[in-house]
């Protein structure tokens, strides 16, 4: 899948990922990357917002379904979700998002549940975080 990505985008997302770990180990950073994102969709801006646009659509759609899975701990809905998640995150310029749900994800598969509802918490913070750059990002352009 990688060679195939790579063939298809030019983007190398082995080197991605790994510098994509080492700009995520702080708790600085923004909510959202676009020059990542911009990178991800191989330099085409209509591209990176439309995928970010899809992110922050699901984001919105699948957070109450997502929360009711963990509190009823239906984990094994709850991994689909946010394997979906995880998925979308890696075509957009989230790097913490797709921290938080990568870390969830392998909790899941684990079947560690012990952390789940810490990682989960994580998660909803970072997603709440994106959402709040868009809001921050629509008010900006609004203005100008």
Request: charged share 25%; proline share 1%.
């Amino acid at each position: 899948l990688l060679h195939i990505i790579r063939k298809w985008t030019g983007v190398n997302l082995k080197q991605t990922a790994s510098r994509k770990a080492v700009q995520t180990s702080t708790d600085e950073g923004a909510a959202v990357d676009m020059t990542l994102g911009l990178k991800l969709a191989n330099g085409k801006q209509d591209l990176a917002e439309e995928m970010l646009a899809m992110l922050l659509s699901s984001i919105r759609q699948d957070r109450p379904l997502m929360t009711a899975q963990c509190h009823e701990k239906r984990y094994d809905e709850l991994l689909d979700a946010v394997h979906k998640l995880h998925g979308a995150t890696r075509y957009t310029g989230v790097p913490r998002l797709q921290q938080a749900a990568r870390a969830l994800e392998e909790n899941l598969k684990l079947k560690q549940y012990t952390d789940t509802a810490v990682l989960f918490q994580q998660l909803l913070e970072e997603m709440s975080r994106v959402e709040a750059w868009d809001g921050a990002s629509t008010e900006r352009s609004s203005i100008t």
